[in-house]
């Protein structure tokens, strides 16, 4: 699914390479310039889960709603690819009131106190919950309701595929000198046959000699398809390889530019580079 990095603590969710699940806080929208359903208090409460498809990856928020304020913890657990032990690897206290059908909230790391709280937002989008702290945001649903589903009859998924289809974006940058280099490179091809490529580098060396060489580099091939994710169209990724080495899934977020000249994936500013 999506991964969401807050501020204060990782919630890992089914997204296998981490720079490019970065969503940085300026580029989330707030809730007030997208659809969101307009709601009173108690329609947050309760229990709420998101579990990625190979169910790895665990994130769970309960909400409790008293004399005009939700106060509630997220989780991050982690579920072992063939042991199936649950660790939980992170927990945020969250409290919040309600102000225009959705919540102001203050969240921090209960491994440390109220006074290093963060700013953040929840909303609901038709049944689903949506949290947003820091530079993060993690979609729920109610235990019973699936987060991910087909996107056959959608009008909005349809235009969004048409308009992603077929288009390369890509992003770089590179720097050097005596010796040294520093780069950085996103691709991502969503090829009108139904493939998909995605590539994503950081690296860096110090040169010389004894030169250190630093950084990542992913490299993922498969195929791609829209489905809704929490009610909104988004890209799945399912990928050519074995779950035991990386998640087999992985979903995109995008949001083409008006002038098709590049696209926000998420949350990066990729440019359109070319066609497949």
Known sequence: MIRALFVL??????????????????????AESEAYTASDLSAFAGAWKAVSDDGTNIETAEIEVSDGVATG??????????????????????????????????????????????????????????????????????????????????????????AIAGRIYSSGSQASGSGAFAGSRVRLALCADGTIAFDDSDVATTGGSDGVDMGSTTSRRGEWSV??????????????????????????????????????????????????
């Not at 649903?141 to 349809?158: H, K, N, Q, T």
């Not at 909104?232 to 979903?251: D, E, F």
Request: glycine share 12%; charged share 20%; net charge negative.
């Open 227 to 276: 489905v809704l994710l929490a009610g909104l169209p988004v890209v799945r990724a399912q990928w050519n390889g074995t779950g035991s080495s990386y998640s087999l899934t992985r979903y995109f977020r995008i949001q083409p530019g008006a002038n098709g000249s590049g696209a926000s994936v998420d949350g990066m500013q990729l440019h359109f580079s070319g066609s497949c």
């Open 9 to 30: 603590a990782v919630f890992a969710f089914g997204c296998d390479d981490t720079r490019a699940g970065r969503s940085p806080a300026d580029e989330i929208p707030p």
């Open 73 to 162: 913890m997220l989780k991050s657990i982690e579920r072992g690819y063939y042991s199936g032990r649950m660790t939980v690897t992170a927990e945020v206290a969250i409290r919040g009131t309600l102000q225009n059908g959705a919540l102001d909230l203050q969240a921090w790391n209960t491994n440390n106190g109220p006074e290093t709280a963060v700013a953040g937002r929840a909303f609901r989008r038709g049944e689903y919950l949506i949290v947003r702290v820091g530079d993060g945001e993690t979609d729920y649903a109610r235990p019973d309701v699936p987060l991910v589903v087909s996107a056959e009859g959608s009008a909005e998924a349809s235009t969004f595929a048409q």
